[in-house]
């Protein structure tokens, strides 16, 4: 009888415990997400590795000491990002065309952070070696000391200070320094569009700067790109080409990625690209057009989710 007794309030300690572990879990799960994405540039693979990192801690040792779950859920999901980046990057080397990170729906978004997962960011990133990566993304959007840093990427406090510095000077030489307000944002991509759709090629080469890059991404499974393409002329006039191209159906969609305005086009009731600028006030200076559907669930989940989708 004693025994059954201690056994029941053996179970239900034990039963809280775990609601009380899956509460925090879920508490900070977006952030865990937001390191997964950042480091990963796939919102699929944040999803799995977060999910991995909540198994890994479930499974700890009883007696393993855990002083601080935020801590410990950092660690592991740092390192399982690290390890798919790598994995990531073997696998690019015969991806067809460019290689563009997967567009995150951030409109009410509870997996989204709203401090900075902005694409262009993103793209930057990418051309981070992995360990710069992590550490650049530990230090600067989770306040990590590099005390910290050191023994999540096997490197001591020095290496990672140097990294750091490698990875922000190259962020700061490639990321935009006066990106157009988020009203401007919308006013360009619109007028973009609008001018893409009607074959007007003299406004289109107004709203463009002389540096323009179109980057796209089909992945072999849609229509892209192999390189990037540069310069005004070259732009206006294969987007006006693409334009028309579109199918009978297809609907144009105002939608929220990666912090910004963006659109999405979509046909029988799927999205099949989506387009996200960068801009200065004046002009746009970078176009992404990212086609391969799978890095599209999400947002055609969004299109529903907003009642805009046909399907």
């Known amino acids: 009888m004693v025994s059954d007794m201690v056994s029941d309030e053996k179970k239900r300690v034990e039963n809280a415990s775990e609601r009380d572990s899956e509460r925090d879990f879920k508490e900070l799960r977006p952030a865990m997400f937001a390191l997964a994405y950042r480091i990963t540039g796939s ?8 999910q991995d990192a909540f198994l890994r801690f479930h499974g700890s040792a009883p007696d393993e000491a855990i002083r601080s779950l935020k801590a ?41 952070l709203a401090d900075d997962v902005s694409f262009a960011l993103l793209v930057v990133l990418e051309r981070l070696s992995p360990l710069e990566r992590v550490v650049f993304i530990l230090k600067s959007a989770f306040d ?9 990427v096997g490197r001591n406090p020095v290496a990672c200070r140097k990294m750091f510095s490698r990875g922000r000077a190259r962020i700061l030489e ?20 609008t ?3 009607g074959n007007d090629l003299k406004t289109l080469l107004e709203l463009l ?3 323009v890059v179109l980057h796209g991404d089909g992945g072999g499974k849609a229509l892209g790109l192999k390189k990037p393409l540069e310069g005004a002329e070259a732009v206006a006039r294969f987007v006006i080409a693409l334009a028309r191209r579109r199918p009978a159906d297809a609907l144009v969609h105002e939608i929220e990625l990666n912090g910004a305005p963006a659109i999405a086009l979509s046909s029988e009731g799927r ?6 600028i960068e801009a200065e006030e004046s002009r746009i200076h970078r176009i992404y057009a990212i086609a391969n559907p799978d890095k599209l669930s999400a947002v055609g989940k969004a299109l529903i989710r907003d009642g805009v989708s046909n399907e």
């Open 195 to 197: 001018a893409a759709r």
């Open 174 to 193: 490639e990321h935009p320094r006066f990106p157009a307000n988020r009203e401007r944002h919308r006013a360009l991509l619109k007028s973009f569009e």
């Open 209 to 211: 700067s002389e540096g």
């Open 43 to 50: 919102r699929a693979d944040a999803e799995d590795i977060v």
């Open 271 to 276: 999205p099949y690209v989506v387009i996200m």
């Open 72 to 112: 410990y859920l950092t660690t592991i999901t740092a390192r399982l990002s690290l390890n798919r980046l790598r994995d990531q990057r073997a696998k690019r080397e015969t991806y067809i065309g460019e290689w563009l990170p997967e567009p995150l729906p951030t409109q009410d978004d509870p997996m989204a």
């Open 144 to 152: 990590f000391s590099f005390d910290e840093i050191a023994p999540i």
